[in-house]
């Protein structure tokens, strides 16, 4: 059973630092393409950053300077810095993952449960 978690969400102040961390475990064969994600109340769910396999990496425009996500193969951890937070990244974040399980390493995509993200003006 494969299960991700994230965790690092908070209350901050504009202008403050968060990093999330999203972990991956069970029997894992390999963890390739990471996103985060983020959804603030009455909008749409919208893609921050991404990670390749490679280490490729994608930033929505909104948090291009501010935002850096990286990953540690050998914990399994995909990490999302965010520096200079303002009020209108409120939101739940969530991290998308494709894993192949080791018992059949097939691709699947993985969703964490969220974790809240609160920047006060």
């Known amino acids: 059973q494969v299960q991700l978690v994230e965790s690092g969400g908070g209350l901050v102040q504009a202008g403050g630092s968060l990093r999330l961390s999203c972990a991956a475990s069970?029997?894992?064969?390999?963890?390739?393409?990471v996103d985060w994600y983020r959804q603030a109340p009455g909008k749409r769910r919208e893609l921050v950053a991404g990670?390749?396999?490679?280490?490729?990496?994608t930033y929505a425009d909104s948090v291009k300077g501010r935002f850096t996500i990286s990953r540690d193969n050998a914990k399994n951890t995909v990490y999302l810095q965010m520096n200079s937070l303002k009020p209108e990244d409120t939101a739940v974040y969530y991290c998308?993952?494709?894993?192949?399980?080791?018992?059949?390493?097939?691709?699947?995509?993985?969703w964490g449960q969220g974790t809240q993200v609160t920047v006060s003006s």
């Open positions: 998308n993952a494709e894993i192949r399980p080791t018992i059949d390493r097939a691709l699947y995509s993985y």
């Open positions: 069970g029997s894992i064969f390999s963890t390739e393409n």
């Open positions: 990670i390749t396999t490679g280490g490729s990496t």
